[in-house]
């Protein structure tokens, strides 16, 4: 089992900074891909950004040029610098994990319990 646990949530005010947390523990492989998707409500849960273990990265256009995504592949920790955030984006954000538990076992995807961000006007 692969648990994920995320920190760094909270309230800001419109043009302020967080940084997300999310480390991964248990027993596995590797992680393939580790990231951060989002839901706000009323809304589908939506991607964030995503980095995988060589360190490529995607990130939704709403993000681009305000978040960076980071990973620690030896503590298996994922973070997401957000900068000049904006009311738009609060929403609750889910960390993301693609696992690979064994040579002979299918990779299988986590998440976390999610964290809520609120961005005040």
């Known amino acids: 089992q692969v648990q994920l646990v995320e920190s760094g949530g909270g309230l800001v005010q419109a043009g302020g900074s967080l940084r997300l947390s999310c480390a991964a523990s248990g027993t596995f492989l590797s992680i393939n891909v580790m990231g951060w998707y989002r839901q706000a409500p009323g809304k589908q849960r939506e991607l964030v950004a995503v980095?995988?273990?060589?360190?490529?990265?995607n990130y939704a256009d709403s993000a681009k040029n305000r978040f960076t995504i980071s990973r620690d592949n030896a503590k298996n920790t994922v973070y997401l610098q957000m900068n000049s955030l904006e009311p738009e984006d609060t929403a609750v954000y889910y960390c993301?994990?693609?696992?690979?538990?064994?040579?002979?076992?299918?990779?299988?995807?986590?998440w976390g319990q999610g964290a809520q961000v609120t961005v005040s006007s």
């Open positions: 993301y994990a693609n696992v690979r538990r064994s040579p002979s076992l299918r990779s299988l995807e986590y």
């Open positions: 980095v995988r273990s060589g360190g490529s990265t």
